[in-house]
Structures are given as structure tokens and as C-alpha cells.
């Protein structure tokens, strides 16, 4: 089955620099590529996604890169503020429609 | 709209009882899931329901867990003869046909004493 692991656990970065979170992936099949964000106490929250037919997305400061023949993609974040402190998670979904999460990155933005 | 959401909250339950959680989906969705996620860890996969097609169990981790979803809409989560170990947050999900993204509920703290 599908495989996702995450590096890295923990990112401190100050604010105004770039953070970049990695994910590799083992099924060749995935095909939908989410990042979700919870802050503490709160639920996970869709911040973009990529599909496998694309290499790379932007949304303002957060872009989502794909490697598929890798079989791995990333996060950045630029510019960061205090309120992107939060976990992240990557997550990588076959045919199944079943998300498979890795294990999450706590990023925290030193103001 | 109105999203996802769970009952109880929290709940604290003596090892060896069951429990049941609940989830009520967004209105409409038709994919509805179930992750475990213990302290500090990720989002682990427990049970994925579409439609009226047989649920997806691959994720449930003993026969102690099992889960129904009634009438394509809420969906209840059992744990029987809890275990310490099954301490956790309790998420679930719902995910609109056509659609990709997964909508989460707040979860349901579980704490087995």
C-alpha cells in the first residue's frame, strides 16, 4: 500500500524567511497530492493541492512542487508570519480515493 | 454552510466499556471518512464510505473497531472493550462527488483511563 513520509518533524524559521517541507511518496499510482494545515486544537484545513498532470502550483505566498518521477513533492511557504505556525501534513491518494497522511510537520514562525 | 461535525467532544471512558462517536457530514456529501490521530502524530487512515458501496475497512486497526454510516448521511464509530492505546483524537471527514478535497469535523477526544 501507499507509503507518505514527511521531513522534516519540525521547522523553525524567523519571520520573512521561506520554510520548505518535503514528502515522498511509494505508490507510482497517486495520482491528488493535498497539504492540509491545523493549528493547535483545531481541525485540519485544505491549503492547496496538485494534481500529478501539473509540476507545480502558487497561491499568494504557499506553492506546492511535484517530482513524479521522484516520486516526491514540497511545500513553500515565503515570506512567513507568526500565523503559519502550525502542524502541516502532506498526504498522497491512489485510485482508492483514500488519503494516506505523513506524519506531519510542526512549523514554527519566530516573530 | 453548516460543516462537519462530531459528538461528543471529549469523551473519558473506563478501559473494557464501548464507545460510540459520531459524525454528522456535510449535507449532500457522499464520501464520508474516519482517522485516528494519537499525540503528536499524523492522521491515521480507519474507514472510507462512498455511496452505497461496501465501506473501504483496510484502516481499522482490530475487529474491536467497526463503523456504520445510516442512510448515506451520519456515521457512528464503535470501539468495544476500549483499550488504553486507543486514546486519541477521533476526525472525521466528508468529501462532495466530484470533488477532491476532504472536509474535516473537530474531532472527538478520547480518553481511555
Known amino acids: 500500500g501507499e507509503n507518505v513520509e514527511q521531513h522534516p518533524s519540525t521547522l523553525s524559521v524567523q519571520e520573512g524567511d521561506s520554510a520548505v517541507i518535503k514528502c515522498t511518496y511509494s505508490d507510482s499510482a497517486s495520482n491528488y497530492f493535498p497539504w492540509y494545515k491545523q493549528e493547535l486544537g483545531k481541525r485540519p484545513q485544505l491549503i492547496i493541492d496538485i494534481r500529478s498532470n501539473v509540476g507545480e502550483k502558487k497561491d499568494q505566498r504557499i506553492a506546492v512542487t511535484l517530482n513524479k518521477t521522484a516520486k516526491h513533492f514540497s511545500l513553500h511557504i515565503t515570506e512567513t508570519q507568526p500565523e503559519d505556525s502550525a502542524v502541516y501534513f502532506c498526504a498522497a491518494r491512489n485510485s482508492s480515493y483514500k488519503l494516506i497522511f505523513g506524519s506531519g510537520t510542526r512549523l514554527l514562525v519566530r516573530p | 454552510g453548516a460543516g462537519v461535525s462530531q459528538s461528543p467532544s471529549n469523551k473519558v471512558t473506563e478501559k473494557g466499556k464501548d464507545v460510540e462517536l459520531r459524525c454528522d457530514p456535510i449535507?449532500?456529501?457522499?464520501?464520508l471518512y474516519w482517522y485516528r490521530q494519537s499525540l503528536g502524530q499524523g492522521l491515521e487512515f480507519l474507514i472510507y464510505f462512498q455511496g452505497n458501496s461496501a465501506p473501504d475497512k483496510s484502516g481499522l486497526p482490530s475487529d474491536r473497531f467497526s463503523a456504520e454510516r445510516t442512510g448515506g448521511s451520519v456515521s457512528t464509530l464503535t470501539i468495544q472493550r476500549t483499550q488504553q492505546e486507543d486514546s486519541a483524537v477521533y476526525l472525521c471527514a466528508s468529501r462532495p462527488s466530484g470533488s477532491e478535497t476532504q472536509y474535516f469535523g473537530p474531532g472527538t477526544r478520547l480518553l481511555v483511563l
Open positions: 449535507s449532500g456529501h457522499t464520501a
